[in-house]
Structure formats: structure tokens, C-alpha cells
């Protein structure tokens, strides 16, 4: 069982930065793909970002394309979320998964964080 643990969430203002990291508590972290999920009140759990076990591939949800950077390192059994630009409809609950099929839905997902809050004012 990976344990995984998230920080870095808060508040901040329309156009800020965030950035989240997600440390796990082993080294079979490098086996798995990671991916950031978030959920805001009332919707259903929402694909992010993800990266591959060597972090050379990333694939983004189009609504964060261009905004958000997600990346690893291996060496610390970490993953990270930067997040650029924000607007108040990324606020949400933004949660570390791990998995070992290609992730675009929860179904794919092996492992989860205990989420992080992200909150944008306007």
C-alpha cells in the first residue's frame, strides 16, 4: 500500500500560482503513473494532469492546457502540480493518484492522496 501525502494548496487570487507536491512513502513510487485529479463541491471527481514512469510524456485535461505543468522526481518519490493562471473555477480539492494503466478516469487508479484545498478568489 503507497501512501501519499499533498500540500501546497491555499488560497490565492485570480492570476496566481500554486504549486502542489505529492510525496509517497516508497520507492515503488517509480513503477506507477501519476495523475492529479480535483473535485469542487457538488461535481464529480475531474482528470487533470498525468505523467508517465519517466516523466518524458504528460498528458493535460484541455481545461488547464497550457496553465498547469505537472512533473516528477523519482529520486524523492515525488510529484509535482504547478499551477499558473489561476481562475476561480479551479477551485477544488486537487488529489495525488498513482496508477499503472494510462490514467484519464478514477477507474485507472490504484492509489489516492488525501487531497489538497485549492481555493481562487475572484
Known amino acids: 500500500q503507497v501512501q501519499l501525502v499533498e500540500s501546497g494548496g491555499g488560497l490565492v487570487q485570480t492570476g496566481g500560482s500554486l504549486k502542489l507536491s505529492c510525496v509517497a512513502s516508497?520507492?515503488?513510487?517509480?513503477?506507477?503513473?501519476v495523475a492529479w485529479f480535483r473535485q469542487a463541491p457538488g461535481k464529480d471527481r475531474e482528470f487533470v494532469a498525468t505523467i508517465n514512469y519517466g516523466g518524458d510524456t504528460t498528458d493535460y485535461a484541455d481545461s488547464v492546457k497550457g496553465r498547469f505543468t505537472i512533473s516528477r522526481d523519482n529520486t524523492k518519490n515525488t510529484a509535482y502540480l504547478q499551477m499558473n493562471s489561476l481562475k476561480p473555477e479551479d477551485t477544488a480539492v486537487y488529489y495525488c493518484?498513482?496508477?499503472?494503466?494510462?490514467?484519464?478516469?478514477?477507474?485507472?487508479?490504484?492509489?489516492w492522496g488525501q487531497g489538497t484545498q485549492v481555493t481562487v478568489s475572484s
Open positions: 516508497d520507492g515503488t513510487f517509480s513503477l506507477y503513473r
Open positions: 493518484a498513482l496508477g499503472r494503466k494510462p490514467i484519464r478516469t478514477p477507474k485507472e487508479i490504484d492509489f
